[in-house]
């Protein structure tokens, strides 16, 4: 009885240790954490910002100038600060007064990767990863949001201006900064990881012919042979991957176009900067509330047929408009210029055909064909190589039917030579062969010499 007994003792006295350890480890718990620097400015932030807004007179002339905005912040920030007797070196204050003014009259964690000009892509997961991409490679910054509600506002602050929305009942949009960059958003539940927001972004001055030369993406004699194709008035279509560089390069050659013909753009968001005077931009809108309202590419497409446009621009076809476009191109709209996702020329004549029958029309596929192969001149492929550079790979003319397939002939393509330094080497050569459209080229007053196509001249 006694052995029995010690064991019990003991074993009481060892949940006593175990109850006091635990009320030990609460109490320590319990304690107030040591706070950090950078938790330390987050709180002041918040405390500052929240007074911001209270205080912050909204009248409507003092909003409509961000330098008065500012400087009413500023105002305030120091009023603020001397009254809370808040102590800063003279580092943090410049840097909190700049992320107030960013939460309130920009983007907030985003203004600075929005002001970098050397990043072309940003790419939120959820409030606390924020991904770039740099020179064609992806980088995680140490960039966060509070949380997700404030990752939230800020889409809100994108979308709203353009009188667009994302909740839980239409949990993705598609919207674009003023300076037109391209903005994709995507909300739970349809995100399991928080909101995600991606941006495409432009550059604050628009590319020119000569930047692409530089960077390698074209060569001046492939741009001589599509100026002279633009200003002869083949329709042409621009193809590739996602970011491959369509747009950028529909940008560049839409500034061939002579001054003096009505352009008309049809965008799902506008991104297009062309410089002509006489350019009307269309853009389609997504279904209010009630499901109404909703004007698509093609409604815009059809409606812009009666418009007396001497071009028309899609910045991309992905569905029925694409018989539309067609319908366009053979009626007398010649010089229409349009994007198209796909994995190289042949595979984007694929993807019209699977396009043009998502029209709803009970069409025979060889009418659909014989469609293409007459209302399409020239298509010009682009890709991403895998040292993040974009490169013209594949200028290639449509020339027609033979039998139920359509005829493709490579004008230029893209010759790699080796690789130096992890980047590629290689350049955009002709084939020797030159487009049977040369007779309209030249009907336009436009003579290229043969050594563009890499034909050598013999004298007799």
Request: proline letters at 6%.
């Amino acid at each position: 009885m006694s052995l029995l007994k010690r064991i019990e003792q003991q074993s009481q006295q060892q949940k006593a240790e175990s109850t006091t350890s635990k009320l030990e480890e609460l109490r320590i718990k319990r304690q107030p954490v040591p706070t950090a620097p950078e938790a330390r400015l987050s709180d002041i932030k918040t405390r500052i910002q929240e007074r911001l807004v209270a205080e912050l007179d909204p009248r409507a002339d003092i909003l409509s100038n961000t330098e008065e905005v500012k400087q009413t912040i500023e105002e305030l920030f120091q009023s603020i600060l001397e009254q809370e007797n808040i102590v800063l070196s003279r580092t943090e204050r410049m840097r909190l007064f700049d992320q107030i003014v960013d939460e309130i009259l920009g983007y907030g964690p985003l203004e600075p990767l929005l002001e970098d000009p050397t990043i072309t892509e940003i790419m939120v997961n959820g409030p606390k990863k924020v991904y770039i991409e740099r020179n064609g490679k992806i980088e995680r910054t140490n960039i966060e949001f509070e949380d997700e509600d404030h990752l939230r506002r800020i889409i809100d602050r994108i979308v709203s201006p353009l009188g667009r929305r994302v909740d839980e009942s239409s949990p993705m949009v598609n919207a674009r900064l003023p300076d037109g960059s391209r903005v994709n958003a995507v909300i739970p539940p349809i995100s399991l990881i928080g909101p995600v927001l991606t941006i495409r972004k432009f550059a604050k001055t628009p590319l020119q012919v000569e930047d692409l030369i530089r960077f390698g993406t074209i060569t001046p004699e492939a741009v001589e042979f599509l100026r002279a194709c633009i200003l002869a008035r083949l329709n042409i279509i621009i193809s590739g991957g996602t970011g491959s560089g369509k747009t950028t390069l529909l940008n560049v050659l839409s500034g061939f176009i002579p001054n003096d013909e009505r352009i008309i753009t049809i965008e799902d968001a506008a991104e297009l900067q062309l410089r002509q005077e006489h350019v009307v931009t269309l853009e389609a809108r997504p279904p209010n509330i009630e499901g109404k309202g909703q004007v698509t590419i093609r409604d815009l497409v059809i409606n812009s047929l009666r418009m007396r446009p001497d071009r028309i621009i899609v910045g991309e076809v992905r569905g029925g408009e694409a018989l539309d476009m067609l319908q366009a191109m053979n009626t007398g709209h010649d010089g229409s210029l349009t994007t198209c996702h796909s994995n190289s020329p042949r595979d984007t004549l694929a993807r019209i055909e699977t396009m043009c029958l998502m029209a709803g029309m009970e069409l025979p596929l060889r009418a659909i064909r014989q469609q293409i192969a007459s209302a399409i001149d020239l298509i010009v492929h682009q890709e991403r190589m895998r040292d993040g550079t974009r490169k013209v790979v594949s200028i290639t003319e449509v020339q027609g039917m033979e039998g139920d397939v359509i005829v493709l002939s490579d004008i230029f393509t893209f010759e790699q030579t080796g690789i130096e330094n992890g980047k590629i080497i290689g350049r955009l050569k002709p084939t020797g062969i030159r487009p049977k459209f040369m007779d309209r080229i030249e009907a336009a007053g436009i003579k290229l010499p043969p050594d563009i196509f890499g034909v050598s001249v013999r004298f007799r």
